[in-house]
């Protein structure tokens, strides 16, 4: 019995070191790991054989011994069953999926690859020019397009122009930003160059059938899809300065590739309606996206259009967007003054610009260029000697012209005494700044105005002591001048009033003056005064003189014609002898 009790005590120890085992093999790091019982199974070989020299005599015992071990052991392995069986499942699965893993990666590895290699070998697509494009547009197909959908939206023209534009850009779709960089081509071109881009392209048939279905679309639809285009030009222009998220949510811009038959639509609507864009003008003065230096190339792209429909509209535009450029911190763009003066030198080079321009000088209702615009003028082509550049001469060449229309309308009208007033203020202060070259054009408008309207010599005498400098300036030139002046104005009444005027003011004045210099102004005007005064007596002896002599030479006339009708002719040939 001692034998049996060591030999259970034995198996019982082997059996409790082999479970401590498999429960520290599966708690481990909390992974599952394939356990071998390597001494169970040296062991039970020695246990076989040992048992039946170890076994006593009696059976009975030993059989219940062996029993009660066994059922123990029995036991045992059902509780080690669960991990024996997980153990090789885990094991298993760990190693299909590190499989399925490998073969993942080397098939999305080899797809990569074969994807490159698509790539590589993809053909390229044959690149189309605006001209191929435009001129596979035939105009059959387009006159049924335009057709379809004048009666299909007919109420609806907003809807029609945006499928007119849409046909455009179809027309155009193969045509790649590369193929037409017009920003690019905007800035190094000239305006005689830049303005029949990409117009020029576009059949002509195709073209007047474009602008005489546009011709029939009301003002107000074309002013809301001028503005449109407009738009997505300039939200494609953003995209190429590389400007901010915020600028691009004012309008959804258009592709790259329909840009062209946005510039070519938009070009048939400003030729053949340029009067849409002066009604979108207090649009484009008050919203900040449509001004600055940046959108100029643009800017005069459009003008120039309208320039290309009516001269008159193009001066129009010009005078109100781009002149006041020049007054301003922008002027010191030689690039920005050049393309201005380029656009106004190609309006007026057109033929007969000058008779068109001087014709049109009002355009519903306001003057093709104002007051305010002539003074503009006056200051760039008249500056300080130091301050001549090499635009200077341009101005030059063009002011003239320019002056004419500013002065151009019906003389003696309601409007044109308002608009002499209005010169007149302007020019004696510009006659006063000291300017050689622009007191001496100043004073000579001044005196135009006063010709216009005899109320400006009110207005004179009113400004007088606060622009003595201009006055003395004016007052010498109409003494310089005087026989041309004499001629517009030959009486001269309103003149006297006014300069004997400025003798009670001047008189006034130096009563109270203690300034050295201002008292030198004043009698210098008064000198000017005077001789003025002596050339309208001398003027009005003279021409009571002429009236005395002619009326004498008249009533001898009369005489000698009645007794001419008594005399015969011996007795008048012997007089003569």
Known sequence: MDENSALIEQILREDELEYRGLSRSYNKDEEWQTVSYKKRHS?????????????????????????????HSEERRRRMSVPQVATPVTGEGSKRHSDEDDDSDAEVSAAVVEVKKVKQKKPKKPKVTVSEAAARIDAGDLGAFLVDI?????????????????????????????????????????????????????????????????????FDALGSFVLWSLDSILADLASHQGTGKSSKKVVQQASSKSQVAIFVVLAMVLRRKPDVLISLLPIMRENPKYQGQDKLPVTAWIIAQTAQGDLAVGLYMWVRVLLPMLSGKSSCNPQARDLILQLVERILSFPKARTILINGAVKKGERLVPPSALEVLMRVTFPAPSLRIKATERFEAIYPILKEVALAGSSGSKAMKQVAQHILTIAIKAAGEGIPDLSREASDIFIWALTQNPECYKQWDMLYLDNLEASIVVLRKLSDEWKEHSVKDPKGDRLRETLSSFKQKNEKELKNAEDATRIALLKDADKRRKLILRKLSQGRGCMKHMVIVSAAVAVGAVVVSQNMQSWDMKKVLEIFN
Do not use: C
């Open 43 to 71: 062991k039970q070989p020695n246990s076989d054989n040992s048992l039946p020299d170890r076994r006593p005599d009696d059976g009975a015992t030993t059989s219940d011994v062996f029993r009660a071990i066994e059922e």
């Open 150 to 218: 004048t009666g299909s939206y007919e109420k609806q023209e907003d809807i029609q122009l945006m499928r007119f534009a849409d046909y455009f850009g179809r027309a155009f779709a193969s045509v790649s930003s590369s193929q037409f960089p017009w920003l690019k081509t905007f800035r190094e071109s000239t305006v005689a160059k830049m303005v029949d881009i990409p117009l020029s392209h576009v059949p002509e048939d195709v073209y007047k059938m474009s602008v005489d279905w546009l011709n029939q679309r009301s």
